[in-house]
Every structure is written in structure tokens, then in C-alpha cells.
């Protein structure tokens, strides 16, 4: 059996193997770069059986490229999915999920305390195609949900650990709502990470990440994957998927006929991707390859220091609040404890009462932290999310994703603790001035 089936192997070793195949011609150890648009057909037979999707050779790198494979198949394979697939970027994999399963006049409903990009995303340009987002607070009942449900619902969707807030979700809760409802749980994994929560072992049909957070981890690339959980019962469910579960044309086989429990990402890879055509270059895969080998050990690294600066803020008296479910004083404290028992990830927000004055001052002073919007990077970053992130928003939005004027959000990366608390202490002596 390849290496890469073996899934008893622990994490830290299918975070370096799995999905990896030796290249056959020239015994390469580390996955290539295949820079190449296309791929010669060895025949005209063969040509025509993958155009018609009788072979599962490939035709073109829009969909299909090599180095982007194998990175779709390590990142499902660390989430305990089916099957994955990187695309362009985490807004990419965002839209083209909700592409696959959702058309104009149809409903999804969300978790309210959400990304800034993916609520933009939400209530902008998908609002603008016709699609129906409802949101919901992170303590909405499962009553509460269900009743929002529609005939046109086609999606549940959250994020397991919401940026800046920290607010954990209570996945068993939505898993059992999405279940009910008859539609997927999509859930952007981005922050948890797979080392720290797998959503689908706790109901999650579908998976999607920004790689360009912490999987890379050395934020030189942009890029986003979707995995496929392969469980959905989309036979179950046809008058909301029709598009999986009938043929195009009278006679024509259905994509759960040929592909069945890959139906979800069958479609995705060969009807969505390859329609709108968010493809990441192999180049920055290949990036995005070596950040994943170091992911646990990363990540260890990442939880002890922002454990560290947690409680370390939550001692300041120039600090108001702290938002971090790692802190037992955090509300989310006894979700976290579930769901991210190995830490509370890396994002740590704090609240500075001087508003947006001190804010300036706390960020100005920094020397070793990087004032700039990004997460998941090995170095400290930190953002003043009110004037940034979420200048373009109402307060409805800002209240609902816990955006306070004197917001602070903090990225803690994995340099020496002492260097980075120093760093802060400085900014927090300036807001005194
Ligand atoms: C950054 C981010 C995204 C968007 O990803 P990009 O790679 O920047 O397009 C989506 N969700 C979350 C939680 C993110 O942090």
C-alpha cells in the first residue's frame, strides 16, 4: 500500500508524505514543479476518453496540474477528508464552493462572527448574483436555526475559531442543524488549522482554507484548498442538487451515477474551477508543500506563545479585554476545551480602551512585531481592525464580529516569547503617552 494511504500514521508524518508520489522518470524526492499548461495525449483515443471524462488522465493545468494534486490530497488527507483541491486563493475556495452547490434565489446561512473578507464576499458580490445570506450569533439555539431553514437553503456555513473574536463554534451543534436541513456544513478551518481541529470528525461536510495563513506559514504565497469530506447524501437531498444528481440531458448519466462519493468534488474540479478558472500556480504550491511538512511543529510553537501573550495582556492594566478561548476568564473557554484541546490557536485580539488614538500610538511604537494585514505567518503581526479590515463596514457587522474601536488584532508568530513581549510592552507604554 502507498505511503500515503497509511492513515495510522500519526500527523507529523502524513503532514510530510502524505499525497506525495516519486516522480517515476527521474526519482525526485521532493514533489516537482510542473510548469506546464498541458499534457501530450498518447493517443487520439485517449484524447477524446479524457475530454469525455472516461479517463482520468489530464488535459490542462487549469483543473488538473501535478505539484496542485498532490498538495489537494495532503491537506484532505491531515483533515481526515476524501479528496481536495487547491485553487487561487481562500476567496477563491469560498466562491467557488458556494458556485457548486448554490445558484441565484438560493439561501445560506451563516455564523455572523466571520472573516472580513468572506462577509464582504457574502453580502457584496454574492448578494449582487442573487444569493441569500442570513447570519446567526455564535449562541443561536439549534431551534434558532432550524427555523431559518427554506426550501431554497442550500449551505450552513462558519468558521471553527472566527477572527479577531476568537468566538469558538459549537460544531456538533451545526453538524446536527446541516443534517437536519438536509444541506452540506461548510467550514473554513483557516485559523484551527488541521492540526488543532478536524471539523469533519466533528460533522463538517466541506472544508476550506486560506493556505495562505498558517498551512504555508512563511507568508510568501497566496493560495486556498477545498476538501471533501465524501459523505454527503446528495441522492437523499435531490431537489436541492439537482445539477449532481440528474443528467444534463435525457440519458446522460448524473455526476452521483459516475462519481458517487466523489460527486462534490468532482463537479468542483471539472465544472466550477475549470468554468471560472481560479487556478494557483504549481509554483507557489510548491511554497505552500514546504510550509505543510513543518505545520505541527509550527503550530506548537504558535499556541505556547500566544497562550503566553494572552495571559500576559490580560494582566495590563492598559489593556481592557483580552479575546482568547485559551484564557479560562474567555467565554469560549469550555468550547475550546472541546474542540481545540492541543491550544486555542494563534490570533489574539485585545482591546485597547483609548480607541482608535491609542491604537495608533500601539502600533507606531512596534519595532519587531510587522504592522500589516496577514494571519498564520511565522513572524508577529499585528492590525488595528476598525480603521483597516473593517473600515468599509457597518457597525451592525463590526458589533457582530466584536470589531471594538480599540481593537488590536495580533498574529503571534514563533520567534523567542521574550523578544515578542518586549515588542508589545513598548506599544503599550507608548499608548500611555
Ligand atoms: C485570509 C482568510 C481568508 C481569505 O483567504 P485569502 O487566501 O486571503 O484569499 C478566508 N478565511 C479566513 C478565515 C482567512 O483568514
Given at each position: 500500500m502507498a505511503i500515503e494511504e497509511r492513515n495510522e500514521q500519526t500527523f507529523a508524518t502524513r503532514q510530510i508524505h502524505a499525497g506525495a508520489v516519486v516522480?517515476?522518470?527521474?526519482?525526485?524526492r521532493v514533489t516537482p514543479i510542473?510548469?506546464?499548461?498541458g499534457y501530450v495525449f498518447p493517443s487520439y483515443d485517449e484524447a477524446e476518453a479524457r475530454f469525455s471524462g472516461e479517463s482520468v488522465g489530464r488535459a490542462?493545468?487549469?483543473?488538473?496540474?501535478p505539484t496542485n494534486v498532490v498538495a489537494g490530497k495532503r491537506i484532505a488527507n491531515l483533515e481526515g477528508g476524501r479528496n481536495g483541491l487547491v485553487v487561487s486563493s481562500g476567496q477563491a475556495a469560498i466562491a467557488m464552493t458556494l458556485f457548486s452547490l448554490a445558484a441565484s434565489g438560493d439561501h445560506v446561512l451563516s455564523t455572523a462572527s466571520l472573516y472580513g473578507g468572506t462577509r464582504q464576499l457574502f453580502d457584496g458580490s454574492l448578494t449582487r448574483q442573487g444569493l441569500n445570506f442570513e447570519f446567526l450569533g455564535a449562541d443561536a439555539t439549534e431551534e434558532e436555526w432550524l427555523a431559518r431553514v427554506r426550501p431554497e437553503t442550500r449551505a450552513v456555513y462558519t468558521e471553527s475559531v472566527p477572527n479577531?473574536?476568537?468566538?469558538?463554534?459549537d460544531l456538533e451543534l451545526l453538524g446536527r442543524v446541516a443534517a437536519r436541513a438536509g444541506v452540506p456544513l461548510i467550514v473554513d478551518n483557516t485559523v484551527a488549522t488541521p492540526y488543532l481541529c478536524r471539523p469533519i470528525e466533528w460533522g463538517a461536510d466541506i472544508v476550506i482554507h486560506s493556505t495562505s495563513k498558517w498551512l504555508s506559514g512563511h507568508g510568501s504565497v497566496i493560495g486556498g484548498v477545498i476538501i471533501d469530506a465524501?459523505?454527503?447524501d446528495w441522492a437523499a437531498n435531490s431537489e436541492r442538487f439537482p445539477h449532481f444528481t440528474k443528467?444534463?440531458?435525457?440519458g446522460a448519466p448524473s455526476f452521483i451515477e459516475r462519481y458517487g462519493a466523489d460527486t462534490f468534488m468532482s463537479y468542483v474540479k471539472s465544472v466550477t474551477v475549470l468554468d471560472y478558472g481560479p487556478t494557483v500556480p504549481p509554483t507557489s504550491t510548491f511554497l505552500l508543500l514546504h510550509g505543510i511538512e513543518t505545520l505541527s511543529l509550527r503550530m506548537e510553537r504558535h499556541v505556547e506563545n500566544a497562550q503566553r501573550v494572552a495571559e500576559w495582556l490580560e494582566a495590563?492594566?492598559?489593556?481592557a479585554s483580552v479575546d482568547y478561548s485559551?484564557?479560562?476568564?474567555?467565554?469560549y473557554y469550555e468550547l475550546a476545551q472541546k474542540y481545540l484541546p492541543d491550544g486555542a490557536g494563534s490570533v489574539v485580539s485585545f482591546d485597547l480602551p483609548g480607541g482608535p488614538d491609542a491604537a495608533r500610538k500601539f502600533v507606531e511604537a512596534l519595532e519587531l512585531v510587522s504592522h500589516m494585514t496577514h494571519i498564520g505567518d511565522v513572524r508577529t503581526l499585528a492590525l488595528h481592525m476598525e480603521s483597516t479590515i473593517?473600515?468599509?463596514?457597518?457597525q451592525e457587522q463590526r458589533d457582530e464580529a466584536g470589531v471594538t474601536p480599540g481593537l488590536i488584532r495580533l498574529s503571534i508568530g514563533i520567534e523567542g516569547i521574550d523578544d515578542i513581549l518586549a515588542d508589545l510592552e513598548r506599544g503599550l507604554e507608548a499608548t500611555k503617552a
Open positions: 516522480d517515476s522518470d527521474v526519482g525526485a510542473y510548469q506546464s499548461a490542462y493545468s487549469r483543473g488538473d496540474n479577531p473574536k476568537n468566538d469558538v463554534v465524501g459523505k454527503f443528467g444534463s440531458f435525457e495590563r492594566p492598559e489593556v485559551g484564557l479560562p476568564s474567555n467565554a473593517f473600515k468599509r463596514s457597518t
